[in-house]
């Protein structure tokens, strides 16, 4: 290797600034921290997840944390924005980073390339189009978590002016795009940054010559033919400056308002409250069976429906009320404790609905297949002295699920 070669490979340029690899770093923390606490929140049944919220101290402690690394991000998306828009304005820096036609056709080049179609690599600039790819996806994705995250974050605010609707939508939006985000960040980003091209510069901010001419070409000739990045007049910057930090000031002002009302807008009533030992729980119980389903009434042989007796609507029927009371004065004669005739015992409740000898006799929800009201329908129970107000009675309760209480 010659000495020129050597001076060449070791000649160095200036990639990026100490800040912006401040803001990267920055992100980084804030985007790892983000996918750590949010996809464990996800799939939060998932084993290794509930072993991470145990260490990151409980689930409360992981909002906590996915909280503050969300506040980062956005306090980052704020600086990056007022930077872009001095580098742009105040210092006229041209605008690299916006796609044009060229990124398509080195996205065709270079696919050509990598199958064996094209012998050379297409000539790319200061940034490649997989890099303004990741950009511009990482802008998408940060304005669909901060969105989203909104919207969850104080759904109570939201819900007075947007559908209820949007809730679980924004829930399912955000935890789409954080799954999509982290799979973007290791198989594409880790791949192209690290694995197939270990790059530096956003840690030494500076690119060898022989990386520049490998990743960035045309960039390389642009510096080498004294091509200005911005403009060099200080007066026009001065004057440009003036004009800017104002409004710039007054933006972050107004951006920073609406972050600190976005965190102090409500108090969710998403708190998980955590399971208290030893102390007696109250746990609500049915005092009677769940009624089953109301059954469409059954068809008799003509083909007609049977219609229901009209339920009373003052009040509900039930065993204790209405219909053990009209049993007790007609039917406990012959059908008392201890079983009765025909082993039916309709002194209460529960014997009632066992039934007899001959089978269940009571189908809640279903008068016309209840076997005492067909018996009573069919003229079989002649003997028996229950009127047509009190047979509609029972059905009617049959009807509203044959309550006890």
Known sequence: MTNQTAQTEERTYERFPLARRIEHLTML????TLGLTGLVQKFAFNVTSQFLIGILGGIEQVRSIHHIAAIVLILGTVYHLVLAGYNIYVLRMRMTMLP?????????YSLLYNIG??????????????????YWAFVW?????????????????????????????AKAAHGGEAVLAVLAIILWHMYGVHIKFFNKAMWTGKLTEKEMLHEHPRELADIKAGVPDQEQDPVKIKKRKK???PIASVLTLVLLGGLYSFLNGEETALTTVPPQDNQPVQVYVHWTPTPRNTVTPTAVATGTLVPLTPIPTSNVITWNTNIGPLFQQNCLE?????GGFAGLDLSTYAAAMQGGQNGVIFVPGDPAN???????????????????????LIK???ALGALEK
């Open 100 to 108: 044009v036609l060229q990124d398509a056709l080195d996205a065709l």
């Open 334 to 338: 012959c059908h008392g404790a201890g």
């Open 370 to 392: 209840s076997l005492m009201v067909i018996n009573f329908e069919s003229g079989a129970y002649t003997n028996f002295a229950l009127t047509p107000d009190q047979l509609a």
């Open 243 to 245: 004009i800017y930090l």
């Open 396 to 398: 009617a309760w049959l």
């Open 117 to 134: 179609l094209r012998k050379t690599r297409p000539q790319m600039g200061r940034f490649t189009f997989e890099e303004k790819a990741e």
């Open 141 to 169: 994705g940060t304005i669909v978590m901060a969105v989203t995250g909104f919207l969850m974050w104080n759904p109570i605010t939201a819900a007075k002016f947007l559908p209820g609707e949007i809730i679980p939508a």
């Open 29 to 32: 923390l804030s985007f790892t």
